[in-house]
């Protein structure tokens, strides 16, 4: 996969296109980029996908920014894992203010476009003055062709990245795991904690809180961790471990089956099943009771993922 950082960058290639800010890459998303790559084998034309550095968003309005549902490094990944030949990645204050019409303009001529498929909302150009009924109308002018996606349910509930972070600040993590198409991670470096954890024979493996993403609400769950590559069920809490009063919250996972040092190792997380909420125990005895159990309910949960 090929990476461009400049709406000015020039191909030799033809091109069938998507545009978005694709945060968490969910189905409706991988739908729309797998019918790109089809048509781009299909017609001998290359696949691209385009999408931004940041949340526009951080850049429109700072206020109304939204967590973030993947890191661009993990979408970068993702995105060269589905096959995608090219990935522009702009950065939205160099686009934010060219007219829909040079818009288009710039990416007829810079990438020999014959295709774009989008989302039935798609909105482009300065102050989104750009939408499909404008990209229809302009198709013969600048020789593309359009596919429209309408808009996609499960369960009766729109996909889209707001339904998903809500559902995962809510801890409904396999409603939003639905419309991921996948779990939900967090894909940190291992930090030092307070090892109250190894005191109570549950050594943890800690990752610092980022808040510009999303983490799920408060409570313990059944997690799948990644480390060096291979698969471990284990128990994940987030929260501020009341019983000892901790006042920042924290992320810690108990990795079952694993021994070994994970200081300094970069670890993903793979969110499965919220097991229970956050308790005040009345003493450590109680807590560590608990805990034995929640492993217990961390294997049986995972154990259908692992084989």
């Known amino acids: ?6 709406i000015h960058e020039k191909i030799n290639d033809s091109t069938v296109i998507c545009i978005g800010n694709f945060d968490g890459l969910h ?10 790559i089809e048509d781009a084998k299909k017609n001998s034309y290359k696949s691209m996908v385009i ?3 940041e949340h526009p968003l951080f850049i429109l309005n700072s206020e109304k920014k939204p967590k973030l549902l993947m890191s661009l490094d993990e979408k970068i990944e993702m995105l060269r894992e589905m096959g995608v030949d090219y990935l522009c990645l702009f950065d939205f204050s160099e686009v934010k203010n060219i007219s829909q019409e ?3 303009k710039y990416l007829s001529t810079n990438y020999n476009i014959k295709k774009i498929v989008c989302g039935f909302n798609f909105k482009f150009g300065y102050k989104n003055k750009g939408n499909v009924q404008y990209l229809k109308q302009m198709s013969s002018i600048f020789g593309y062709d359009v596919e429209i996606f309408d808009s996609f349910n499960i369960s009766n509930k729109k996909v889209s990245s707001t339904k998903i972070r809500t559902y995962i600040q809510y801890g409904e993590i396999e409603k939003a795991n639905k419309l991921l198409g ?12 307070k090892q109250l954890g190894r005191q109570l024979g549950f050594p943890t493996a800690n990752m610092e809180v980022n808040p510009l993403f999303c983490i799920p609400q408060n409570g313990v769950y059944a997690t799948i961790t990644e480390i060096d590559g291979e698969k471990f069920p284990s128990m994940t809490n987030i929260g501020y471990n009341p019983t000892f009063k901790n006042k920042y919250i924290s992320i810690e996972t108990h990795v079952l089956n694993f021994t070994g040092d ?3 190792k970069t670890m993903k997380v793979n969110f499965i099943k919220k097991l229970r909420n956050e308790i005040l125990f009345p003493d450590v005895h109680s807590l560590t009771d608990q805990l034995k159990k929640d492993k217990e309910n961390a294997y049986e ?3 259908k993922y692992l084989k």
């Open 1 to 6: 996969m090929q990476i461009i950082n400049s």
């Open 27 to 36: 189905i409706v998303h991988q739908k729309i980029i797998l019918q790109v």
């Open 51 to 53: 999408t931004f550095k």
């Open 102 to 104: 040079k818009f288009l």
């Open 182 to 193: 996948r779990p939900f991670t967090i894909k940190n470096v291992v930090v030092k904690g």
């Open 262 to 264: 994970l200081y300094g």
């Open 301 to 303: 949960v995972t154990k």
